[in-house]
């Protein structure tokens, strides 16, 4: 019966996140079965299967996470030929290409400039708020290297909601400082 409900249950999943889109297409082509499977085969990580109802809401989360990424994941690259030159006695050499992951001395120098702007105006923005308050705390999580919400509400030890109400508050600041620096540099 459980079977059976959870293959329902990847037929609407993949009803709903199918679409027009090549991992759409993709998506619309899936096997419930095959899903209900791949999310059996994952209940490894539940620390205890004896509560059959987390059981349950678990493999459905599986299901749909499954859905989800092969949804979200980048198309795939498009291969090009390697463009080659004759060299000495005629014979053809490939031409080595650039190396993407080496870095440009410019745009370093040039996302450094950015960086210190950003740091900058967030040190602005923070002082528009009460010192030790929680917008000062969120603007100094901030400029530390801080990005994810639950980390930050963690450290903060504030719901989610909070969070958001915060990040708005200070993201509408920021905003504003970024204006009027951007102002002060222009002629």
């Known amino acids: 019966m459980v079977v059976a409900k959870l293959t329902a249950y990847a037929i609407i999943v993949i009803k709903r996140r ?18 209900v499977v791949h999310a059996l085969s994952r209940l490894t990580e539940l620390p205890s299967l004896e509560d059959g109802e987390a059981v349950y809401f678990q493999l459905r989360r599986h299901i749909d996470n499954r859905v989800r990424t ?49 740091r900058d105006a967030l040190n602005e923005t923070k002082k528009k708020f009460k010192p030790g308050g929680a917008e000062a705390k969120l603007t100094d999580l901030i400029i530390d ?24 508050r200070v993201g509408r600041a920021a905003q504003a400082v970024k204006e009027e620096l951007l102002r002060r540099k222009t002629p």
């Open 18 to 35: 199918s679409g027009p889109t090549r991992n759409g297409r993709l998506i619309a082509k899936l096997d419930a079965k095959d899903l």
């Open 70 to 118: 092969i949804q979200k994941q980048k198309t795939e690259p498009t291969l090009l030929p390697l463009a080659t030159e004759v060299g000495e006695e005629g014979i053809e050499v490939a031409i080595e290409p650039a190396d993407e992951n080496a870095e440009n001395p410019a745009d370093a120098a040039e996302q450094s400039a950015e960086d210190d702007f950003y």
């Open 145 to 168: 290297g801080w990005r994810d919400r639950q980390d930050i509400s963690e450290l903060m030890n504030i719901t989610p909601h909070h969070y958001d109400v915060l990040i708005k």
